[in-house]
Nanobody, 116 residues
């Protein structure tokens, strides 16, 4: 059974940090590219960050460049999103995504709220 389980979300003040984790199981993690998406209320889901299956290349939305870092731990089948200098506009539900050619899986999402 394929599972992507996100954790690490919560309430944080502007300027603070959070680290999201996504634990994968039920598929061959090492051959899937991994991404983080987010969806704010009333907005479409958007790509935040992505990392290749080998972990040798990453890309980021312009809005998070220099503040967020995506990484993956192959032995643990886990992908992370380190979020620093958080802003209120980063408030959203964050989703983990695994993709390999035409096959894709999604996690259930974790809420991140940035507010004072």
């Amino acid at each position: 059974q394929v599972q992507l389980v996100e954790s690490g979300g919560g309430l944080v003040q502007p300027g603070g940090s959070l680290r999201l984790s996504c634990a994968a199981s039920g598929f061959t993690f090492s051959i899937y590219a991994m991404s983080w998406y987010r969806q704010a209320p009333g907005k479409e889901r958007e790509l935040v960050a992505a990392i290749t299956s080998a972990g040798d290349s990453t890309n980021y939305a312009d809005s998070v460049k220099g503040r967020f870092t995506i990484s993956r731990d192959r032995p643990k089948d886990t992908v992370y999103l380190q979020m620093n200098s958080l802003k209120p506009e980063d408030t959203a539900v964050y989703y983990c995504n695994a993709r390999q050619t035409a096959r894709a899986y999604w996690g259930q999402g974790t809420q991140v709220t940035v507010s004072s």
